[in-house]
Nanobody, 122 residues
Framework: VQLVESGGGLVQPGGSLRLSCAAS????????MSWYRQSAGKERDLVAI????????DYADSVMGRFTLNRDNAKSTVYLQMNSLKPEDTAVYFC????????????????WGQGTQVTVSS
């Protein structure tokens, strides 16, 4: 299993970035895909999650209306479109896959990417 994030960088407040997470080694279309972020000295927090079986997407309150998670199953890639960025969005952003366990569809095995840095600053 491999998750490779890209698209991070330095952006001014109010700007936009799109993060990508390219997945391989598992059945991407059946996996729950999510983005987390971790700021210096803080815990890793959920930003957005798309649950494959339920077909639902949820967002942290702090990014609601500004960030959009979407996926392209044909490319085994999940995206995080980030608009109206704020300095407090500065963090390392991680992609996470929750892969259903064979024969146990309510259980998941979790995998993480290596992270990509997003810095929002003027």
């Amino acid at each position: 299993v491999q998750l490779v994030e890209s698209g991070g960088g330095l952006v001014q407040p109010g700007g936009s970035l799109r993060l990508s997470c390219a997945a391989s080694g598992f059945a991407f279309s059946s996996a729950d895909m999510s983005w987390y972020r971790q700021s210096a000295g803080k815990e890793r927090d959920l930003v957005a999650i798309m649950r494959s079986a339920a077909g639902t997407t949820d967002y942290a309150d702090s990014v609601m209306g500004r960030f959009t998670l979407n996926r392209d199953n044909a490319k085994s890639t999940v995206y995080l479109q980030m608009n109206s960025l704020k300095p407090e969005d500065t963090a390392v952003y991680f992609c996470k896959a929750g892969v259903p366990v064979m024969g146990r569809p309510t259980l998941r095995t979790y995998y993480w990417g290596q992270g990509t840095q997003v810095t929002v600053s003027s």
